[in-house]
């Protein structure tokens, strides 16, 4: 649909989307997409959905209205959980490029390409590198990736086979972001990091419409996060705001939920703090972030005060998973439930089973808990995250040819 404005999420500023934006220039605030649903109510009915592309660009009405650049991302399977009666898992794991990030950038460089923009460049934590990389080939487009050095060997290589220029940091996606930002202007590349474009929510913000859908339009009681940079959380909230002003649904909205790892968890540690002296609900950059979930190793997200919104709104919460609950909880989906989740997808698990046992979530609660990626991106790091649980055994020692433990 054609876009109205892009508005600012801290002053209400409209700009225009005739050309490409980045952030609010008064303040800095996060951009919204902005359309005349208005126009749509009524006209756009559930049932038109059925029978449309089984991906995110089924709802084209609430998309940018440009050329779609799309490996076929979204509409992912809703698993009902074999565990848990009123538990749900959206695996995001089966997109094109193995995780939720594909959404993000599937609008993104439709945008860029119909923007006429030749040169992208973003910090990434692994996945939204990859997934880059994946569009901006398919779009002909060239992408500047900048990646910490220990990132999962898959992230690396899918950048490499996609053609992108990648740039490996010794440091993590802040410092990452501060390279792109030091860099943009003199070498020609738009900025696409997270929330620092508006149209990466919009790619996202469908796993909100896919929630709705696929829940015959009733939205459940909670939706478990995995928050890194927090835009799949803040497109889904997005989302439910649409729909009920096109009235696909009423008032009534999940609570909003964050796992982050506790290694990294800026967002649950201003969570519990409440709002500064100043009025200010803002997190605080966490030093020493340290996970073997790549995808939350975010030690400040710049789209924070909209996350916190989000979990006052719904009376929603925060939580954190070590990494050694992560790694049991990998296991248990994968052999419970048979899917083989990422770490950062694992961790909803983690986060439901102590919203379970701390009573916030009851038994017949409907949750859908995400599953964020695929761990088949993750391989090194898993194997080397379960060696660091699991030592292996002493070596049997040999002596004289015979062949045991003593
Ligand atoms: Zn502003």
Redesign the pocket.
């Known amino acids: 649909m054609r876009i109205a404005y892009l508005e ?1 999420t ?4 409209q700009l225009s989307a005739d050309r490409p934006q980045n952030i ?1 220039p ?4 996060v951009l919204f997409v902005r359309y005349d649903l208005a126009i749509l109510k009524g006209k756009l009915r559930l049932e038109d959905l059925s029978g449309r592309v089984a991906s995110m660009w089924r709802y084209a009405e609430v998309l940018p209205d440009a050329k779609p650049v799309t490996l076929g991302e979204g509409f992912t399977p809703m698993l009902p959980s074999r565990e848990y009666a009123n538990v749900y898992i959206k695996d995001e794991g089966l997109n094109p490029t193995g995780s939720f990030k594909a959404r993000g950038m599937s609008a993104a460089v439709t945008m860029a390409r119909h923007y006429g923009l030749k040169k992208l460049a973003a910090p990434s934590a692994g996945n939204a590198g990859g997934a880059l990389a994946a569009y901006a080939a398919a779009a002909g487009i060239e992408a500047h990736i900048f990646m910490p050095k220990d990132v999962p060997v898959a992230n690396r290589m899918e950048c490499d086979y996609y053609g992108a220029h990648v740039t490996l940091v010794d440091g993590l996606i802040s410092d990452c972001a501060r390279m792109v930002a030091e860099r943009k202007d003199k070498e020609g590349w738009f900025d696409v990091s997270t929330l620092k474009e508006p149209f990466r929510v919009e790619g996202k913000k469908t796993m909100g419409y896919e929630v709705a859908e696929q829940m015959n339009w009733k939205l459940p009681h909670g939706i478990i996060y995995p928050t890194g940079g927090g835009v799949g959380m803040i497109g889904m909230w997005k989302a439910f705001d649409e729909m009920e002003e096109l009235g696909w649904i009423g008032s009534g909205r999940p609570k909003m939920i964050s796992v982050q790892a506790a290694g990294c968890a800026p967002i649950v540690k201003a969570w519990e703090a409440g709002k500064t002296s100043s009025g200010e609900w803002v997190s605080e950059m966490w030093t020493g972030a340290q996970t073997f979930a790549a995808g939350l190793r975010v030690p400040k997200a710049y789209g924070d005060y909209l996350i916190l919104d989000i979990f006052r709104k719904s009376q929603g919460t925060a939580v954190t998973a070590t990494d050694e609950e992560i790694l049991a909880a990998m296991r248990h989906w994968a052999s419970v439930e048979g899917v083989f989740a990422a770490p950062e997808g694992a961790a909803s698990l983690v986060a439901y089973q102590k919203l379970r046992a701390n009573g916030f979530f009851l038994a017949e609660d409907k949750v859908v808990l995400f599953n964020t990626g695929s761990a088949y991106k993750y391989l090194d790091m898993i194997e080397a995250q379960g060696k660091k649980a699991r030592p292996e055994p002493l070596t049997a020692r040999n002596i004289g040819g015979i062949i045991g433990p003593y």
Request: glycine letters at 30%; proline letters at 0%; hydrophobic letters at 0%.
């Open positions: 600012c801290r002053c209400g500023e609010c008064k303040d800095g605030g």
